[in-house]
């Protein structure tokens, strides 16, 4: 009996090994490459039947889909999970309706895993986005629409707009929340019955509602297109035809349940949905546009040679970028166990690569404040007399001697890696802040990418130094009046509204909260 135990257990452990092997090499480096690639062709096809439309791409997945993205956007699928729906005002992605209304639509790029045919970013989050946007606009306008002079000043001039006009837009205005049809009845009914109370946290947050109401002359509207989706080619609507914007949100990649092997003349790969997610997980160093850059060499590399062929590109691209004084840091990479040519106790030296972009898309002023916020790679750039440098990047920069006293280097990492290290520092970068503005110089504020933690730093500076009109105070308004999260809701849209890749994480945004709750407790005593 003992045997007969003994052998069960063998034969169950040798049947998980060889699963495990199966699903390593299915998820393998070269898979995902491929499989994105080939979901991109899709991606393309769709571009191409409303050309007029800029694609954007949703972050983070999104961006792996094309080399030719015109923005990006940030709608998170936690934000559409069941039980957890809410309307985020710290991601109100405001820059897309202007575009959309300027354009007269966008095309959004995003992938799911396996089972899904879209991710409930694009199921719930942007659905509920729109019908939020297009009942506070409405309100505006209804607001508006009895005043000639105010709707003159919001910008509808009387030739094109007046009254009457207005009336008849309010009439065709559709405030209904547009759901697909695999989302239930039940759940739609429970997100209508939040609406409101989205609307009026919206409104209450103080965004530019105004000059969305003057950019969008159709309401928002999302129509969904994946893979599965049938579309005759000969019958494709003009989007100006619609009488609503449309957000047509395509989901990338293929949702079927069979695993899918596929091949060529060359070798067989595994088709992977939604391979794009979770880059930190197989990526290997990789970035969306260095992939680009290299495409069709790790296309025709094949399974067996991809991980050393990422690995020199990732390498070179390092180098290329530390020459030049670039942000190229190092990460230690574990290679799966006996996969790709590796041994299981090798490691690979590789770089996280930012993408290459426009230096001046690197630095956002924020309106008349005397305040920026970017990413360290051009902030050496922009050192000079008036204006001073806050950086908060765990790397130091190239600081010229005349400018030692206009520069301080205070090293902060994200909660994910330090739940304080944001609150401990918040001191002294506000006392730097208040020495240097109040003798009227410029501070820029810099991290790594310029979207996540130099945006946690100007909000605390901006809250403890600015009055409301956004005039520096010294910190005097701060003294007079007590801090709420609506308050630094209403300062993160104002900073969101210059600096549209914003992308504040929630722990880091907690740290800045403690830190003014904690100064006005101070204060108080």
Same mark, same amino acid.
């Given at each position: 009996?003992?045997?007969?135990?003994?052998?069960?257990?063998?034969? #169950?452990?040798?049947?998980?090994?060889?699963?495990?092997?199966?699903?390593? #090499?299915?998820?393998?480096?070269?898979?995902?490459?491929?499989?994105?690639?080939?979901?991109?062709?899709?991606?393309?096809?769709?571009?191409?039947?409303?050309?007029?439309?800029?694609?954007?791409?949703?972050?983070?997945?999104?961006?792996?889909?094309?080399?030719?993205?015109?923005?990006?956007?940030?709608?998170?699928?936690?934000?559409?999970?069941?039980?957890?729906?809410?309307? &985020?005002?710290?991601?109100?992605?405001?820059?897309?309706?202007?575009?959309?209304?300027?354009?007269?639509?966008?095309?959004?790029?995003?992938?799911?895993?396996?089972?899904?045919?879209?991710?409930?970013?694009?199921?719930?989050?942007?659905?509920?986005?729109?019908?939020?946007? +297009?009942?506070?606009?409405?309100?505006?306008?209804?607001?508006?629409? +009895?005043?000639?002079?105010?709707?003159?000043?919001?910008? *509808?001039?009387?030739?094109?707009?007046?009254?009457?006009?207005?009336?008849?837009?309010?009439?065709?205005?559709?405030?209904?929340?547009?759901?697909?049809?695999?989302?239930?009845?039940?759940?739609?009914?429970?997100?209508?019955? /939040?609406?409101?109370?989205?609307?009026?946290?919206?409104?209450?947050?103080?965004?530019?509602?105004?000059?969305?109401?003057?950019?969008?002359?159709?309401?928002?509207?999302?129509?969904?297109?994946?893979?599965?989706?049938?579309?005759?080619? &000969?019958?494709? @609507?003009?989007?100006?035809?619609?009488? *609503?914007?449309?957000?047509?949100?395509?989901?990338?990649?293929?949702?079927?349940?069979?695993?899918?092997? #596929?091949?060529?003349?060359?070798?067989?790969?595994?088709?992977?949905?939604?391979?794009?997610?979770?880059?930190?997980?197989?990526?290997?160093?990789?970035?969306?546009?260095?992939?680009?850059?290299?495409?069709?060499?790790?296309?025709?590399?094949?399974?067996?040679?991809? +991980?050393?062929?990422?690995? !020199?590109?990732?390498?070179?691209?390092?180098?290329?970028?530390?020459?030049?004084?670039?942000?190229?840091?190092?990460?230690?990479?574990?290679?799966?166990?006996?996969?790709?040519?590796?041994?299981?106790?090798?490691?690979?030296?590789?770089?996280?690569?930012?993408?290459?972009?426009?230096?001046?898309?690197?630095?956002?002023?924020?309106?008349?404040?005397?305040?920026?916020?970017?990413?360290?790679?051009?902030?050496?750039?922009?050192?000079?007399?008036?204006?001073?440098?806050?950086?908060?990047?765990?790397?130091?920069?190239?600081?010229?001697?005349?400018?030692?006293?206009?520069?301080?280097?205070? @090293?902060?990492?994200?909660?994910?890696?330090? #739940?304080?290290?944001?609150?401990?520092?918040? @001191?002294?970068?506000?006392?730097?802040?208040?020495?240097?503005?109040?003798?009227?110089?410029?501070?820029?504020?810099?991290?790594?990418?310029?979207?996540?933690?130099?945006?946690?730093?100007?909000?605390?500076?901006?809250?403890?130094?600015?009055?409301?009109?956004?005039?520096?105070?010294?910190? /005097?308004?701060?003294? !007079?009046?007590?801090?709420?999260?609506?308050?630094?809701?209403?300062?993160?849209?104002?900073?969101?509204?210059?600096?549209?890749?914003? /992308?504040?994480?929630?722990?880091?945004?907690?740290?800045?909260?403690?830190?003014?709750?904690?100064?006005?407790?101070?204060?108080?005593?």
């Amino acid at each position: 009996m003992a045997d007969n135990d003994a052998e069960l257990r063998t034969t #169950r452990d040798s049947i998980y090994k060889a699963a495990r092997s199966i699903k390593r #090499r299915d998820n393998s480096l070269y898979n995902a490459l491929r499989s994105i690639y080939q979901d991109s062709l899709f991606v393309d096809e769709i571009s191409n039947l409303w050309p007029k439309l800029p694609l954007l791409a949703n972050l983070r997945c999104g961006l792996w889909y094309s080399p030719r993205f015109d923005a990006t956007c940030y709608f998170k699928s936690t934000d559409g999970h069941t039980n957890n729906l809410s309307f &985020n005002t710290s991601r109100l992605n405001l820059h897309l309706p202007l575009l959309a209304g300027e354009k007269g639509g966008c095309i959004i790029i995003d992938s799911t895993r396996k089972g899904k045919k879209f991710p409930d970013s694009m199921s719930k989050t942007i659905p509920i986005w729109c019908c939020v946007l +297009n009942c506070s606009i409405y309100n505006h306008l209804k607001r508006l629409c +009895n005043t000639n002079d105010q709707l003159i000043d919001a910008g *509808f001039t009387s030739d094109n707009h007046d009254d009457s006009s207005i009336r008849q837009l309010l009439d065709k205005w559709d405030c209904s929340l547009h759901m697909p049809l695999w989302v239930s009845k039940t759940e739609k009914a429970s997100i209508e019955a /939040r609406l409101d109370e989205w609307i009026k946290q919206l409104e209450e947050s103080g965004a530019d509602i105004a000059s969305l109401a003057t950019c969008l002359r159709k309401p928002l509207r999302p129509l969904w297109v994946s893979q599965k989706t049938v579309i005759w080619l &000969n019958e494709v @609507p003009d989007h100006d035809s619609w009488d *609503f914007t449309p957000l047509i949100l395509v989901s990338a990649s293929d949702s079927g349940e069979v695993h899918q092997y #596929r091949t060529n003349s060359e070798f067989s790969w595994s088709y992977i949905p939604g391979a794009g997610d979770d880059e930190e997980s197989w990526s290997r160093g990789l970035s969306p546009s260095v992939f680009w850059t290299h495409v069709d060499d790790l296309i025709d590399s094949g399974p067996e040679v991809c +991980n050393q062929k990422v690995a !020199e590109i990732v390498e070179s691209d390092r180098v290329y970028r530390a020459q030049r004084g670039q942000e190229a840091p190092q990460i230690v990479v574990k290679c799966s166990k006996g996969y790709g040519g590796v041994k299981s106790d090798e490691t690979l030296s590789l770089n996280v690569p930012k993408p290459r972009v426009d230096e001046e898309s690197l630095v956002s002023w924020l309106a008349s404040t005397n305040l920026a916020l970017g990413s360290s790679q051009v902030a050496s750039k922009a050192f000079s007399t008036d204006c001073c440098i806050l950086n908060c990047d765990k790397n130091q920069i190239s600081v010229p001697s005349s400018h030692l006293e206009e520069y301080l280097h205070l @090293p902060m990492t994200g909660s994910k890696f330090d #739940r304080f290290s944001i609150l401990k520092n918040l @001191p002294t970068a506000v006392s730097f802040a208040k020495m240097k503005m109040s003798m009227g110089k410029k501070l820029l504020v810099c991290c790594q990418d310029g979207e996540d933690i130099s945006v946690c730093v100007c909000l605390a500076i901006l809250i403890s130094l600015f009055n409301d009109e956004g005039t520096f105070d010294g910190g /005097r308004s701060f003294e !007079e009046e007590s801090i709420t999260k609506l308050e630094m809701r209403r300062m993160l849209i104002f900073i969101c509204k210059y600096a549209v890749n914003a /992308r504040p994480s929630r722990g880091n945004l907690r740290q800045v909260f403690g830190f003014l709750s904690s100064q006005h407790e101070n204060s108080d005593e």
